[in-house]
């Protein structure tokens, strides 16, 4: 292909690609009115604030973008230093049953979470934790795409660097925490990242465990929202886009470190 | 929205082949090092994961509809699977969904990846404009979906009114409504192939590449012949992640079509979801049915792991 053919189909992608974006930021802006009239459409020539407006003199808007902040905040940081440490443990040390951890963490890649949702429930409301955070923090963070991320760095993970450290008459620990820690910043940076965006955006479990509208997190609003408001595509998309604009900022700022990780993590 | 390269600012070090077998001194050592650093880890995956997973497998054997204890019923449910068409529906809806979703999924981030990876005018930005989808969420995306493929406002349909072509019947009709789930994977999904395979291009050897352009090889000749097979280990990543995601579609159908019409839209966890969730709140049955595509993926992705490993000899 000719670089001019390849501009062009790389535009007439991007415009594809574009369009669903556009039309959640469009329709965030139309009048309720002007989409039951002429239903919605890519462009509006009234621009207005009265779907968010609405979403805040209705519901206690700001409040849920906390509770989603705090919970993904708190599973994040749970989910990268419990992840992070085993995937550390998996690729640099020798140790009996190695292979069978790793299989076993990769095979909970397999279990559909919507089927065990029942006995986790069971054991969360055992635990006597509905109606807490900690009962959507604590089943999330350990994860299998974490410990994998982790592992497949540190496979490559010089050796010297490790065995330096150890003559010097350092314990694993302070090995981990004085050399380790300080070159894995592309690693922390993508796990940060996937673990932060994976919690924030669930709404399932966290409908079923929080209970009370005063612990929701966004997205659990949305889907409320969603069969309270039926059709009111002004109103949802005001709200997807609210709940959608942290994880965009925080995606188009932090692009580097996010492809940077995955190409030094070895997940290719 | 700034266009920015994502290569690395400095190429990492070339890793060291890692060791294979340490000095004996550390193999005693590391073992209680190893436990302490993967036991918070391993306490949260066998507490909230592995136990409800065994749970859910006794489940199936029980006649359950209630929190708390069931009462042991031996094969009934999975009797009553055998003989349930709407399952068998489900089955079928969901291998139709994998098929139209991988490959096509893994070709068009192979394709896109390919396309940006050289230097072209506003390369940053395309790039960019095409991961986005990856962060955002199923539930957004199936909301976006709706408001797309919504019959009487939606916005694909005003736009082919306006073309004069007519309505099309996104959701009263089964294969269309299946169209419109496969399309809004698509969209959320091809990013993060793309990422990977562009991750993958950067370890392409340039060597091979120029020896065979020195060879006469055209430039398709090149990219199928020395790029794609370098890049094996990529695709299997990425069709075997797909081929579990795919397996365990859930959001999208729940929010778009919730199954329908009728059922040609359900596929197998939304069927375990309403079986055991639903009115019916048929616990132990619905733990079947989920325990069943379990085993399914299980034994797929393990197919796929042999495959490739015979390959590689």
Not at chain 1, 74 to 98: D, E, K, M, Q
Not at chain 1, 104 to 121: C, E, G, K, R, S
Not at chain 1, 126 to 148: C, H, N, Y
Not at chain 2, 295 to 310: D, H, K, M, P, W
């Amino acid at each position: 292909m000719s670089k001019p053919v390849r501009v062009a189909v790389c535009l007439l992608v991007t415009v594809v690609f574009a369009l669903p974006l556009v039309a959640m930021v469009v329709i965030a802006f139309t009048p309720r009115e002007a989409i039951l009239d002429d239903g919605a459409s890519l462009w509006t020539d009234d621009w207005t604030l009265e779907n968010f407006r609405g979403l805040f003199d209705q519901f206690p808007v700001a409040r849920w973008f906390g509770n989603a902040l705090v919970v993904a905040s708190l599973t994040t940081l749970l989910s990268v230093v419990v992840n992070l440490l085993a995937g550390y443990a998996l690729a640099t040390l020798r140790f009996r049953g190695r292979g069978l951890v790793l299989g076993l963490v990769l095979a909970t890649l397999l279990v559909p979470t919507q089927v065990i949702m029942i006995p986790q429930f069971e054991l969360v409301a055992r635990l006597g934790l509905v109606g807490f955070f900690w009962a959507v923090v604590l089943p999330s963070a350990a994860t299998a795409l974490g410990v994998f991320l982790a592992r497949q760095f540190f496979v490559g993970f010089p050796t010297e660097l490790l065995d330096a450290a150890r003559v010097d008459g350092c314990s694993t620990l302070t090995t981990f925490v004085r050399v380790v820690l300080p070159n894995a910043r592309p690693l922390v940076a993508v796990m940060t990242l996937l673990a932060f965006m994976t919690q924030w955006n669930d709404f399932l479990w966290p409908l079923i465990t929080l209970r009370d509208p005063d612990l929701y997190t966004l997205p659990v609003a949305m889907r409320l929202l969603q069969n309270a408001y039926d059709n009111d595509y002004g109103g949802i998309m005001a709200m997807a886009l609210l709940s959608s604009l942290p994880l965009l900022v925080m995606f188009v700022v932090l692009q580097r470190w996010f492809v940077a990780g995955i190409t030094r993590s070895g997940i290719k | 929205m700034t266009a920015v390269d994502e290569r690395p600012a400095a190429p990492p070090p070339e890793p060291p082949e890692p060791r294979r077998t340490p000095p004996a001194r550390r193999v005693r050592g590391d073992g209680r090092a190893a436990w302490a650093l993967l036991a918070p880890n391993l306490l949260l995956i066998v507490l909230f994961l592995l136990g409800p997973l065994v749970w859910a497998f006794l489940m199936a054997f029980q006649d359950k509809r209630s929190f708390g204890p069931g009462r042991w019923s031996g094969l009934d449910n999975l009797q009553r699977l055998l003989g349930d068409d709407v399952f068998w529906r489900a089955v079928l809806n969901t291998a139709i969904f994998t098929v139209a979703t991988v490959p096509v999924g893994v070709l068009l981030g192979l394709g896109l990846a390919l396309l940006m990876d050289k230097a072209l005018p506003g390369r940053g930005l395309f790039r960019t404009v095409v991961y986005l989808p990856i962060v955002v969420s199923t539930l957004v995306v199936s909301l976006i979906g709706l408001l797309l493929f919504d019959e009487s406002v939606g916005i694909i349909n005003g736009l082919l009114r306006d073309l004069g072509l007519g309505e099309v019947a996104w959701q009263s009709d089964g294969a269309l409504a299946m169209a419109s789930v496969v399309v809004m994977t698509l969209w959320s999904r091809t990013g993060f192939s793309m990422v990977v395979y562009i991750a993958a291009l950067q370890d392409v050897d340039p060597q091979t590449v120029e020896a065979a352009r020195v060879d006469g090889a055209g430039r398709w000749a090149v990219v199928r012949h020395v790029v794609v097979p370098q890049l094996r280990p990529t695709t299997f990543f990425l069709v075997v992640i797909n081929l579990i995601w795919s397996f365990q579609v859930f959001d999208v159908v729940y929010v778009m079509t919730n199954g329908g019409p009728g059922y040609s839209t359900t596929m197998v966890v939304t069927y375990a979801y309403d079986e055991g969730f639903g009115p019916a709140r048929n616990f132990g049955y619905g733990a079947t049915v989920g325990i069943v595509l379990f085993v399914l993926t299980a034994a797929v992705t393990l197919l796929q792991l042999r495959r490739n490993a015979r390959q590689e000899d």
